[in-house]
């Protein structure tokens, strides 16, 4: 059974930091990409940053310069340094993995984990 573990949320000042981990564990063959995505209440969940494999990434526009995601392939872990956050950045942040094992593909969302920046 795969599971997949997020940390790092919590409650930061505008201009602070948080840094966001995703483990990811079970019978895996192997993950294709990692990604970090946020939702704000009554919005469409949208992406912040991916990073496959190989380290290549892709960011949100907006989250360019601020935001960015690394990736440990032999702990399948994947890290979100998120920096200057504002409060239009409360929102949850949600990780996904794309993974495989001996019978198929799998899409795997976290629980979320709650980022809030308020003075």
């Known amino acids: 059974q795969v599971q997949l573990v997020e940390s790092g949320g919590g409650l930061v000042q505008p201009g602070g930091s948080l840094r966001l981990s995703c483990a990811v564990s079970?019978?895996?063959?192997?993950?294709?990409?990692m990604g970090w995505y946020r939702q704000a209440p009554g919005k469409q969940r949208e992406l912040v940053a991916a990073i496959d494999s190989g380290g290549r990434t892709n960011y949100a526009d907006s989250m360019k310069g601020r935001f960015t995601i690394s990736r440990d392939n032999a702990k399948n872990t994947a890290l979100l340094q998120m920096n200057s956050l504002k409060p239009k950045d409360t929102e949850v942040y949600y990780c996904n993995a794309i993974y495989s094992d001996r019978q198929g593909v799998y899409d795997y969302w976290g629980q979320g984990t709650q980022g809030t920046v308020s003075s």
């Open positions: 079970g019978s895996i063959f192997s993950i294709y990409t």
